[in-house]
């Protein structure tokens, strides 16, 4: 595994670490700041009375900027795809009984945004701003097992998951951190809250090949699509905002607020 092959990490041989579902490898080292490319990068003056309103661009084009090559000198990897070692969710409680792992995980479609709002409240400390995607595609090998309305599903082997037209609310809830006399956002908590308007999947090999029986069941998985994802929410939420919080947790170590904000 390289270093560009999970998010915005550095990462190194060692034990894997499990947190809300994500697996992910530590860190080697902190990254070094580079100097901000304005030419790459938008950023707003922070006494700006349309400040919020610059913020939801400035997101906007960043993300697009970094896009599917990632800006190397700052040590800022693609995010289209994002490439994920594993993610596990576990079982729901009402029709989604079944425990799905994730190996080799890509998503897709990150880039591909419209942020419709932002706010930043320099005295709570909070940002928030909300992300339009026309579809997020996760591309992985798969391993379920459990029950779908009390019917028995196992299967392992190639999956495909498409979200249409998801909507997602970002909460980023940060302090402020010195180091070497600069100043620096330190991202304490990120919540994320995920709509959609649509979802279908696609799962190879279910009931070890077993294709009349693997049809029936995708059918009443994509026919009930948003009771399922309902079920699952909560955990897709969780693992969804781990990805994120290390998106943004990269940017913010490498550069100081004075290279993020005009003054």
Request: charged share 20%; aromatic share 8%; proline share 3%.
């Amino acid at each position: 595994m390289g270093s560009f092959d999970l998010i915005f990490l550095v990462l190194v041989n060692g034990t894997m670490t499990v947190l809300l579902g994500l697996t992910f490898k530590p860190l080697l080292k902190a990254p070094v700041f580079q100097q901000v490319d304005t030419d790459n990068f938008n950023r707003c003056h922070i006494n700006d009375k349309d400040l919020d309103r610059c913020l939801a661009t400035t997101i906007e084009n960043a993300i697009k900027t970094i896009g599917s090559y990632g800006i190397p000198t700052m040590n800022l990897p693609s995010v289209d795809p994002v490439k994920i070692a594993s993610v596990e969710i576990s079982a729901g409680t009402t029709a989604v009984n079944l425990v799905q792992k994730y190996s080799d995980v890509k998503i897709y479609g990150l880039s591909d945004i419209s942020v419709d709002s932002a706010h930043l409240d320099l005295n709570g400390k909070i940002l928030s701003f909300t992300t339009y995607h026309p579809e997020i595609r996760q591309e992985a090998k798969y391993s379920i097992n459990g029950k779908i309305f009390v019917v028995p599903v196992r299967g392992k082997g190639n999956s495909k998951i498409l979200l249409y037209e998801p909507s997602l609310k970002h909460t980023l809830r940060f302090k402020g951190e010195t180091r070497n006399n600069m100043e620096y956002f330190s991202i304490a908590n990120y919540t994320l809250n995920i709509s959609i308007r649509g979802a279908h999947l696609e799962f190879q090999n279910l009931f070890d090949g077993d294709e009349e029986l693997a049809q029936n069941i995708l059918k009443i998985i994509n026919d009930n699509w948003d009771m399922m994802f309902d079920d699952v929410r909560e955990d897709v939420e969780k693992s969804s905002a781990e990805v994120c919080k290390m998106l943004a947790k990269n940017l913010f170590d490498s550069v100081p607020v004075d290279q993020i904000f005009l003054a």
